[in-house]
Nanobody
Framework: QVQLVESGGGSVQAGGSLRLSCVVS????????MGWFRQAPGKEREFIGG????????HYADSVKGRFTISRDNDKNTVYLQLTSLRPEDTAVYYC?????????????????WGQGTQVTVSA
């Protein structure tokens, strides 16, 4: 079955950076549109951004636009989330998700495959 495994989370100070990775196995990664979500304590999971498989076009939530960057390496079956200028409000568990299809959607239910999440903690 398709498995997604995130890594790269940790604790940083405000203004710092992290790069999260998500390795996909068990399916044709190069045909998956990939998304990143996060869930902060006491809040619902929210969409951060996504990258299409057809042209690697990305789109982002307004809250992270200009600070976070998504990329992918099809040879490594990996999607990345580069986080910069981190703020305490970015503290959350970060999830990658995958779906067949070309539409870059921000809706959770559109994604069939999910990772287990990786914790990012930003201190002031």
């Amino acid at each position: 079955q398709v498995q997604l495994v995130e890594s790269g989370g940790g604790s940083v100070q405000a203004g710092g950076s992290l790069r999260l990775s998500c390795v996909v196995s068990g399916g044709p990664f190069k045909y998956y549109t990939m998304g990143w979500f996060r869930q902060a304590p006491g809040k619902e999971r929210e969409f951060i951004g996504g990258i299409r498989w057809t042209d690697e076009r990305t789109h982002y939530a307004d809250s992270v636009k200009g600070r976070f960057t998504i990329s992918r390496d099809n040879d490594k079956n990996t999607v990345y989330l580069q986080l910069t200028s981190l703020r305490p409000e970015d503290t959350a568990v970060y999830y990658c998700a995958g779906r067949r299809g070309v539409i870059n959607t921000d809706t959770e239910r559109d994604y069939a495959y999910w990772g287990q999440g990786t914790q990012v903690t930003v201190s002031a």
